[in-house]
């Protein structure tokens, strides 16, 4: 069955720290991999995409890693901020013939901390 | 600017209550979804459509339809409400589906429905 597991569940940082969350998956045939950044009570917001052939992409603070061999994936936030503070969704697109078919993770949700 | 819209941000309705969700995309995208997301649970796919007229069943269909009689429009429809579909609904588009395409999907800022 293609799932996608996220770790941590939750996590509580200080306001400029550094965090890294994961994601393992066992989508097959596979796609991409998205992460998105979810705030309370709004739809999910792309951070970024990765193809097989990408092992890591940044969006400014944002850093997602791709392992395509361990099927694995990071997301690696530097210097956090208050804003932050968001559930981060792991995504992973399953490859068919008619259509993107996306297998979605639980999401982690990052408290930032003053 | 990509702009996905959804009718309502907050709804409660009655147990057996015909519900209509609305989605207005302004980005001309071909594929339009419908998710609901719930807590511990990924967001799981209802229903999408990749065409006007045309739709195809997720992972979750029952209980459900959906309508699209405009390209930019995608209308969620619940024929008789139950409490076991209180729920956020999320819409989304993209461009055409293609098997090796990459195409973003975006997200509307999804419509938190309460039956009871």
């Known amino acids: 069955k293609n799932q996608v597991e996220q770790s941590p569940q939750s996590l509580i940082i200080l306001e400029g720290k550094n965090c890294t969350l994961q994601?393992?998956?066992?989508?097959?045939?596979?796609?991409?991999l998205r992460w998105y950044k979810q705030d309370t009570g709004r739809g999910p917001v792309s951070l970024t995409i990765?193809?097989?052939?990408?092992n890591t992409k940044s969006n400014g603070r944002y850093t997602a890693t791709l392992d395509a061999d361990t099927k694995q994936s990071s997301l690696h936030i530097t210097a956090s901020q208050l804003s932050d503070s968001a559930s981060y969704i792991c995504v992973v697109s399953e490859l068919n013939t008619g259509f993107q078919k996306l297998v979605f993770g639980t999401g982690t949700r990052l408290l930032v901390s003053p | 600017d990509v702009k996905v819209t959804q009718s309502s941000r907050y709804l409660v309705k009655r147990t057996g209550e015909k519900v209509f969700l609305e989605c207005v995309q302004d980005m001309d995208h071909e594929n339009m979804f419908w998710y609901r997301q719930d807590p511990g649970l990924g967001l799981r796919l209802i229903y999408f459509?990749?065409?006007?007229?045309?739709?195809e069943k997720g992972d979750i269909p029952e209980g459900y339809s959906v309508s699209r009689e405009k390209k930019e429009r995608f209308s969620l429809i619940l024929e008789s409400a139950s409490t076991n579909q209180t729920s956020m609904y999320l819409c989304a588009s993209s461009l055409s589906l293609g098997a090796r395409k990459n195409y973003e999907q975006y997200f509307g800022p999804g419509t938190r429905l309460t039956v009871t």
């Open positions: 994601c393992n998956y066992t989508v097959s045939p596979f796609s991409n």
């Open positions: 990765m193809t097989f052939s990408e």
């Open positions: 459509s990749y065409d006007v007229k045309m739709k």
